[in-house]
Protein backbone atom coordinates (compact mmCIF):
# COMPACT_ATOMS: atom_id res chain seq x y z
CA UNK A 1 0.00 0.00 0.00
CA UNK A 2 1.28 3.07 -0.87
CA UNK A 3 1.79 5.68 2.06
CA UNK A 4 -1.20 8.05 1.62
CA UNK A 5 1.10 11.63 1.28
CA UNK A 6 2.88 10.05 -1.45
CA UNK A 7 -0.78 9.01 -3.26
CA UNK A 8 -1.68 12.48 -2.65
CA UNK A 9 1.38 13.86 -4.65
CA UNK A 10 1.25 10.97 -6.95
CA UNK A 11 -2.51 11.90 -7.74
CA UNK A 12 -2.14 15.82 -7.70
CA UNK A 13 -1.87 15.56 -11.56
CA UNK A 14 -4.28 12.38 -12.40
CA UNK A 15 -5.81 14.23 -15.52
CA UNK A 16 -3.04 13.51 -17.21
CA UNK A 17 -3.03 10.19 -16.56
CA UNK A 18 -4.89 9.05 -19.40
CA UNK A 19 -4.38 9.50 -22.97
CA UNK A 20 -8.42 10.21 -24.29
CA UNK A 21 -8.78 7.20 -27.38
CA UNK A 22 -9.41 10.20 -30.20
CA UNK A 23 -5.89 10.65 -29.79
CA UNK A 24 -4.49 7.75 -29.54
CA UNK A 25 -3.34 5.54 -32.93
CA UNK A 26 -5.17 2.21 -33.23
CA UNK A 27 -5.64 -0.33 -36.16
CA UNK A 28 -9.36 -2.64 -36.53
CA UNK A 29 -8.63 -6.35 -36.14
CA UNK A 30 -9.96 -7.00 -39.68
CA UNK A 31 -7.31 -4.56 -41.20
CA UNK A 32 -4.45 -6.25 -43.42
CA UNK A 33 -1.30 -6.83 -41.66
CA UNK A 34 0.38 -4.79 -44.47
CA UNK A 35 -1.93 -1.91 -43.24
CA UNK A 36 -1.17 -1.91 -39.36
CA UNK A 37 2.84 -2.18 -40.42
CA UNK A 38 2.71 0.91 -41.98
CA UNK A 39 0.58 2.67 -39.03
CA UNK A 40 3.17 1.09 -36.83
CA UNK A 41 6.16 2.20 -38.72
CA UNK A 42 4.77 5.94 -40.23
CA UNK A 43 3.89 6.92 -36.29
CA UNK A 44 7.05 4.98 -35.20
CA UNK A 45 5.32 3.05 -32.48
CA UNK A 46 6.64 -0.15 -31.18
CA UNK A 47 2.78 -1.60 -30.21
CA UNK A 48 -0.67 -0.24 -30.47
CA UNK A 49 -4.00 -0.87 -29.50
CA UNK A 50 -6.42 -3.18 -31.50
CA UNK A 51 -10.29 -2.52 -31.78
CA UNK A 52 -13.44 -3.58 -33.67
CA UNK A 53 -15.70 -2.42 -35.49
CA UNK A 54 -17.44 -0.89 -32.51
CA UNK A 55 -14.32 0.59 -30.74
CA UNK A 56 -14.61 -2.42 -28.44
CA UNK A 57 -10.75 -2.97 -27.20
CA UNK A 58 -9.47 -6.35 -28.80
CA UNK A 59 -5.75 -6.71 -27.90
CA UNK A 60 -2.46 -5.05 -29.10
CA UNK A 61 0.07 -5.75 -31.69
CA UNK A 62 3.57 -4.82 -33.08
CA UNK A 63 6.19 -4.99 -35.05
CA UNK A 64 7.88 -8.00 -34.00
CA UNK A 65 4.44 -9.62 -33.57
CA UNK A 66 4.40 -8.61 -37.60
CA UNK A 67 8.03 -9.77 -38.58
CA UNK A 68 7.52 -12.74 -36.46
CA UNK A 69 4.85 -14.19 -38.66
CA UNK A 70 6.63 -13.15 -41.58
CA UNK A 71 9.43 -15.83 -41.47
CA UNK A 72 9.65 -18.27 -43.05
CA UNK A 73 12.99 -20.90 -42.74
CA UNK A 74 15.75 -18.85 -44.65
CA UNK A 75 13.49 -15.47 -45.25
CA UNK A 76 11.10 -13.35 -44.64
CA UNK A 77 7.97 -13.61 -46.86
CA UNK A 78 6.70 -10.33 -47.86
CA UNK A 79 3.57 -11.66 -49.18
CA UNK A 80 1.90 -12.97 -46.25
CA UNK A 81 1.39 -9.21 -44.82
CA UNK A 82 -1.55 -9.06 -47.36
CA UNK A 83 -2.85 -12.32 -46.49
CA UNK A 84 -3.10 -12.36 -43.12
CA UNK A 85 -5.30 -10.19 -40.86
CA UNK A 86 -4.45 -8.43 -37.23
CA UNK A 87 -6.05 -10.47 -35.96
CA UNK A 88 -4.14 -13.27 -37.20
CA UNK A 89 -1.55 -11.89 -35.05
CA UNK A 90 -2.14 -9.66 -32.27
CA UNK A 91 -1.77 -10.53 -28.77
CA UNK A 92 -5.05 -10.38 -26.73
CA UNK A 93 -3.59 -11.20 -23.08
CA UNK A 94 -2.44 -7.81 -22.14
CA UNK A 95 -3.27 -6.24 -19.44
CA UNK A 96 -6.05 -3.66 -19.23
CA UNK A 97 -7.63 -1.73 -17.12
CA UNK A 98 -10.60 -0.11 -15.63
CA UNK A 99 -9.53 3.07 -13.39
CA UNK A 100 -6.67 5.50 -15.44
CA UNK A 101 -5.83 6.59 -11.57
CA UNK A 102 -5.37 3.69 -9.42
CA UNK A 103 -1.53 4.75 -9.47
CA UNK A 104 -0.97 1.30 -7.21
CA UNK A 105 -2.04 -1.29 -9.70
CA UNK A 106 -1.08 1.03 -12.61
CA UNK A 107 2.63 1.18 -11.31
CA UNK A 108 2.89 -2.82 -11.11
CA UNK A 109 1.54 -3.16 -14.37
CA UNK A 110 3.80 -0.83 -16.29
CA UNK A 111 6.82 -2.82 -14.93
CA UNK A 112 6.44 -4.59 -18.14
CA UNK A 113 4.02 -2.50 -20.15
CA UNK A 114 5.00 0.83 -21.87
CA UNK A 115 1.27 1.26 -22.20
CA UNK A 116 -1.79 -0.20 -20.65
CA UNK A 117 -5.32 0.32 -22.21
CA UNK A 118 -8.03 1.74 -20.30
CA UNK A 119 -11.49 0.34 -21.21
CA UNK A 120 -15.24 0.60 -19.55
CA UNK A 121 -17.87 -2.01 -18.59
CA UNK A 122 -18.39 -2.68 -21.74
CA UNK A 123 -14.97 -2.90 -23.37
CA UNK A 124 -15.03 -0.05 -25.20
CA UNK A 125 -12.11 1.43 -25.82
CA UNK A 126 -11.55 4.87 -23.85
CA UNK A 127 -7.70 5.49 -23.84
CA UNK A 128 -4.27 4.63 -22.77
CA UNK A 129 -2.52 5.20 -19.26
CA UNK A 130 1.28 5.36 -20.62
CA UNK A 131 4.68 5.06 -18.21
CA UNK A 132 5.81 7.93 -19.40
CA UNK A 133 3.18 9.73 -17.62
CA UNK A 134 2.96 7.78 -14.64
CA UNK A 135 6.77 8.09 -14.52
CA UNK A 136 6.31 12.15 -15.02
CA UNK A 137 4.39 12.31 -11.42
CA UNK A 138 6.79 9.47 -9.56
CA UNK A 139 9.32 12.41 -10.66
CA UNK A 140 6.97 15.33 -9.59
CA UNK A 141 6.12 13.07 -6.21
CA UNK A 142 9.95 12.56 -5.45
CA UNK A 143 10.87 16.04 -6.15
CA UNK A 144 8.69 17.49 -4.18
CA UNK A 145 7.65 15.35 -1.11
CA UNK A 146 9.41 16.87 1.82
CA UNK A 147 9.07 20.29 1.10
Given at each position: ??????????????????????????????????????????D??????????K?????????????????????????????????????????????????????H??????????????????????????????????H????
Amino acid sequence: MIDQRLQTLLLKNKHKFMIPASLVATVNQSNSLDHAFLVLTKDRYAKIVVVDNKNHYCGQISLAMITDRLLDTQRINVNRLHKLTVADVMQTDAPAITDPVDIEENLHLLIDQSFLPVIDKDNNFCGIVTRREILKAVNFTVHTFGK
